[in-house]
């Protein structure tokens, strides 16, 4: 019965480390482990290779449910994704995919659909969900709620790590003068200023 089964909720802003935690948590308590972030990045790619259009709701809420997404603990090698079968975890890291992923997340019928989705990881012997809104919107009733942050500085260093591995050319400065200017916004309740009236970020 998955709907006993526990669930510890780990949110937080990008670059706060909060997927390293809520693996190495995962990997110990031996749970199941969910990154909501993958998740939404996973249907996508699968959105992508089916040549879908991404202005048919209907269309990319079959796709969501039709596409198998399975987490791998690869240890030092970090997360794999499988998508269908398929290793898409270099695809998942692409800003392509990022931009694809945010757009398919602003329709609200694909985003229902992704809720559905997402508490379907609560599985025995329990659950680690890390992501944005995991502990208020998806898993509301979770027994272990963290919001995990770090200093302006670490998460700058984190995505800037994150980003030239991936290829991408970007200027530290730059990524701290953007994080402290949304630093207000989070600690007003930043889950309020996401841009969508239904759900958060």
């Given at each position: 019965m998955t709907d006993l089964s526990p669930v510890l909720t780990i949110d937080g802003p990008s670059g706060a480390g909060k997927g390293t935690v809520?693996?190495?948590?995962?990997?110990?308590?031996?749970?199941?482990?969910l990154?909501?972030?993958?998740?939404?990045?996973?249907?996508?790619?699968?959105?992508?290779?089916?040549?879908?259009?991404?202005?048919?709701?209907a269309a990319l809420v079959r796709c969501t449910f039709d596409t198998r997404v399975e987490f791998?603990?690869?240890?030092?090698?970090?997360?794999?994704?499988?998508?269908?079968?398929?290793?898409?975890?270099?695809?998942?890291r692409?800003?392509?995919?990022?931009?694809?992923?945010?757009?398919?997340?602003?329709?609200?019928?694909?985003r229902s659909a992704l809720k559905e989705r997402q508490r379907a990881f609560r599985q025995v012997p329990g659950l680690v969900a890390d992501g944005r809104d995991m502990?208020?919107?998806?898993?509301?009733?979770?027994?272990?709620?963290?919001?995990l942050t770090a200093?302006?500085?670490e998460r700058a260093g984190r995505r800037h790590k994150q980003l030239m591995e991936k290829g991408v050319s970007v200027i530290f400065d730059d990524l701290?003068?953007?994080?402290?200017?949304?630093?207000?916004?989070m600690r007003s309740g930043w889950w309020r200023h996401?841009?969508?009236?239904?759900?958060?970020?």
């Open positions: 809520s693996r190495i948590v995962a990997a110990r308590l031996g749970w199941h482990y990154d909501s972030g993958a998740l939404y990045r996973a249907v996508g790619v699968a959105a992508s290779w089916a040549d879908l259009d991404v202005s048919d709701p791998d603990d690869a240890g030092e090698a970090g997360l794999r994704v499988l998508v269908n079968g398929v290793d898409a975890t270099g695809e998942l692409l800003e392509t995919t990022g931009a694809l992923a945010s757009a398919i997340a602003a329709i609200p019928e694909v502990g208020t919107v998806i898993f509301p009733d979770a027994a272990f709620k963290v919001f200093s302006a500085e701290l003068r953007e994080i402290m200017l949304e630093m207000p916004v996401c841009g969508r009236p239904k759900t958060p970020c």
